[in-house]
């Protein structure tokens, strides 16, 4: 994806973090208005609002649909803001693209679809339209570039990403685990793909907007997508994770941005540091597979298998309560020591085949 773009729109500034922000869904034409007006006091500049909503269960608040685009017309018209929706279905890209509306984003259940993916990327052919695509529910980053991929193959070029959080099965403080280091590894991936992080569903909670920004903003994200409802407690879907506008304004104006390119003196010698503590990290790990191979050996000789389960889950134990002591997670070290006994594992197997 070499060609890609930045998501840009004619007239939009291209600040540092680029903003997406407006209610989770349109709900009636004076409380878009309200709350899109209160925005654009505020400098928001791409105003969101889901039309359609995907919701887990049948009975919810589905969305107000086609009729809500008139609507966002005044929106654009009254405030100067770009529009932005949630598009699942050929229908509702065909909608979109009539209504005017000027950024199509793609949820988080619809991107784990890879035929609702391509129903809509084959719609998006010929057209020019900025398009986000926000992670699948399931932390599955192939998942997530499969999506990309099909809107990119479509002809889209101003193509980006959204994190929005993972259905996980541990109780957390969040409502959909962050799990960084799938968007980080996605940004090494595809280094010049945007991606925006949408702290609200992550979160789920508005106290955790202001941090996970942060957070974002601290890890080099490009944007933010914020859920702002003119009136949140009683907001039709999502309540507990919207703010209010001015509350959002707030939350902007106290981000810290880092520079996320110069570097200082101090730190190359930081790094000097970490590159030579990993030369002796692989070093140490390169002799310790010499040792397992040494083992592989003896284990041939004896006729003994190579799995031998007791002590790996000794070492697994063992390593990981070692980790707490020092200061490290212990799931964390657990990963780590598996990693490492399956390439043990792998270097015995080549000696007694
Ligand atoms: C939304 O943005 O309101 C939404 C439905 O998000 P997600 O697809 O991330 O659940
Ligand atoms: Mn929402």
Request: glycine residues 6%; proline residues 5%.
């Amino acid at each position: 994806m070499k060609d890609l773009q930045p998501i840009t729109l004619p007239g939009l500034d291209s600040i540092r973090p680029l903003l997406i922000a407006g209610p989770c869904s349109a709900e009636t034409e004076e409380q878009l208005l309200t709350t899109a007006h209160s925005l654009a006091r505020h400098g928001v500049q791409i105003f969101r609002a889901g039309l359609w909503k995907p919701r887990t269960k049948p009975g919810g608040f589905e969305g107000v649909g086609t009729e809500g685009m008139a609507w966002m017309r005044r929106v654009k018209e009254e405030t100067g803001m770009f529009t932005a929706t949630e598009v699942a279905t050929r229908a509702h890209v065909e909608a979109a693209l009539e209504g005017g509306i000027d950024l199509l984003w793609i949820g988080a259940r619809t991107a784990a679809n890879p035929f609702a993916m391509q129903e809509i990327a084959d719609t998006l052919k010929g057209v020019d339209i900025p398009v986000l695509v926000k992670n699948p529910v399931s932390p599955d980053l192939e998942l997530w570039i499969g999506a990309l991929e099909r809107i990119y193959n479509a002809g889209i070029r101003r193509l980006g990403a959204i994190h929005r959080g993972f259905t996980w099965v541990d109780k957390s403080i969040y409502r959909n685990h962050p799990f960084w280091t799938i968007p980080i590894e996605l940004h090494r991936r595809i280094p010049n793909l945007p991606i925006l992080c949408d702290p609200s569903h992550i979160g789920g909670k508005r106290e955790l907007i202001a941090p996970l920004s942060q957070q974002a903003m601290d890890l080099g994200f490009d944007g933010l997508l914020i859920e702002a409802h003119c009136a949140p407690d009683t907001a039709w879907s999502d309540k507990a994770q919207q703010v209010a506008p001015d509350t959002l304004a707030f939350i902007i104006s106290n981000l810290i941005l880092r520079d996320m390119n110069t570097t200082t003196d101090n730190l190359n010698e930081l790094r000097r540091q970490i590159d030579k503590l990993d030369d002796e990290l692989i070093d140490l790990l390169a002799r310790r597979m010499q040792v397992a191979t040494e083992i592989g050996r003896y284990k041939k000789a004896h006729n003994l298998s190579v799995l031998q389960s007791q002590r790996y889950e000794d070492i697994l134990a063992r390593r990981a309560r070692q980790a707490v002591e020092a200061g490290m997670d212990r799931e964390f070290m657990r990963s780590v020591m598996q990693a490492i006994h399956e390439e043990s594992i792998r270097q015995q197997l080549k000696v007694i085949e």
